[in-house]
């Protein structure tokens, strides 16, 4: 329900729908223009019916005076004559034909042409009415029930409704078509340009080969697409070749200062000396580190089908660094699942050696952390969990970034490349990767798709 919400709110649709309603107004305008026109013509119609007879009377009312008016008004009260009435106001007598038929008081005083309603057999009606004076005083009403004008109304209002509903319909119909269309054809380019976005460089729009406007923008995007790949490789090769042309020096630099430590005393120059081999040291595993970033991120060769057990890799991870953990006071705890995944082992304990050690650095002494492995709607979600100081939100996206380090974290040892590798990592395992809040601290998910997943191992 709230995916059908959403795509109501699509600007796509909101302009199909537009051209939708100006069609409908079109119509409703045109349909009233008809109407109005053939109510003119059916008013026309009405009043030369009403002269016609006017004239009729009156030359009966010259030729025979008021008594060959009276057996004229006589003579047509027959069915045939039931849409006209008449009344004659004579010498204080009245005749009405119909003789049922009864008119407003003061309208039989006023000369001259009126709308009115009166009561028939079948309700009340409209009709025109001519109250005509002759010079002897009498007063001599002629009228037609206005019929066609009703039927013309209820006409014009069936067919606007019929055929609103039908445009109503076909209109919103061909919104969402529309709307489905340029969708579709834009699904492609905007799945592209997300993976890209996430770091697959191969990423390439499917061209359609028609030349229209969507395959001129696919045709585009390829071509950003390929410079910026072009681009971040040379970026990668040159850093890789600065890292390795560097590590060799700085390897050299390190032995030669263990071989001068070991002559040395110890003593304040000792202890420069070791400074100085621990910075080296650091050096070397963020040129390490570098270079590893580099080359997984520049390798786009299939990852090896292995089946990897991740509730092993868990094990074997927490393990490792359960000695650090408890020298700081601090309680790793596991909760995992048995799930194999297809992907690159090393890699994958690459990742849960770097998270565990980065929610080890960052939480508090005598603080918990929480390593989860569990399956939901058929994916892997590995999980790690501190009561650190957190990340905030306007920074979750920057810290994957390479060398990026937060203020609050200038002080504690590492070089920036952790989470740049996991997430590497996780995009060679076309994983997912998001940060949460664990109140407090901050909660990092993995979520493996299920199409990584090959088998779930059940507990003996």
Do not use: C
């Amino acid at each position: 329900m709230p995916a059908f919400f959403q795509r109501l709110r699509s600007p796509l649709l909101h302009l199909a729908l537009g051209y939708g309603a100006a069609f409908i107004v079109a119509f409703l305008l045109l349909g009233l223009a008809g109407y109005l026109t053939l109510s003119a013509i059916t008013e026309e119609a009405m009043t030369r019916e009403v002269r016609h007879d006017l004239v009729d009377l009156r030359q009966w009312q010259s030729d025979a005076g008021l008594a060959g008016l009276r057996e004229a008004l006589g003579d047509r009260d027959v069915p045939d004559n039931r849409d006209a009435f008449y009344r004659l106001e004579a010498r204080g007598k009245t005749l009405a034909v119909p003789a049922s038929l009864q008119l407003p008081p003061t309208l039989i005083k006023q000369v001259g042409w009126h709308d009115i309603e009166i009561e028939t057999a079948t309700g009340t009606r409209p009709a025109l009415v001519r109250v005509e004076l002759f010079r002897d005083g009498s007063r001599l009403i002629v009228g037609h029930v206005a019929w066609e004008r009703e039927r013309l109304d209820a006409a014009v209002m069936r067919g606007l409704g019929w055929g609103l509903s039908l445009l109503v319909s076909v209109a919103l119909g061909l919104a969402l078509v529309m709307s489905w269309a340029v969708a579709k054809a834009l699904a492609g380019p905007l799945a592209a340009a997300e993976r890209m976005a996430n770091g697959e460089l191969g990423t390439r729009v499917q061209s359609n080969g028609s030349g229209d406007s969507f395959d001129r923008l696919a045709q585009a995007l390829n071509g950003m697409f390929a410079r910026i790949q072009e681009l971040v490789g040379g970026i990668a090769h040159s850093t890789d070749a600065i890292a390795h042309d560097l590590r060799t020096p700085l390897t050299r630099l390190k032995t030669r200062l263990e071989q001068v430590r070991a002559n040395t005393p110890e003593g304040d120059a000792a202890q420069a000396l070791d400074a100085a081999m621990a910075e080296t040291d650091s050096l070397l595993n963020t040129f390490q580190a570098l270079l590893r970033l580099t080359r997984l991120e520049a390798d786009t060769r299939t990852l090896p089908v292995q089946r990897v057990d991740l509730a092993e890799l868990v094990g074997d991870a927490a393990e490792l660094f359960e000695a650090l953990a408890e020298s700081r006071q601090q309680t790793l705890r596991v909760t995992s699942v048995p799930a194999l995944i297809q992907g690159d082992r090393d890699q994958l304990f690459q990742l849960l050696v770097n998270l565990i050690d980065n929610a080890i650095k960052y939480s508090p002494e005598g603080s918990e952390i929480h390593v989860r492995l569990q399956l939901q709607g058929g994916h892997v979600l590995l999980s790690v969990s501190d009561t650190g100081p957190g990340i905030p939100v306007a920074n979750r996206e920057r810290v994957f970034d390479r060398f990026v380090r937060l203020e609050a974290h200038r002080g504690s040892p590492g070089n920036g490349l952790g989470l740049s590798l996991v997430r590497a990592i996780a995009l060679r395992h076309h994983a997912s990767l998001r940060l949460d809040d664990a109140r407090p601290g901050l909660k990092v998910t993995v979520d493996f798709p299920a199409a990584r997943i090959t088998a779930s191992i059940t507990d003996n």
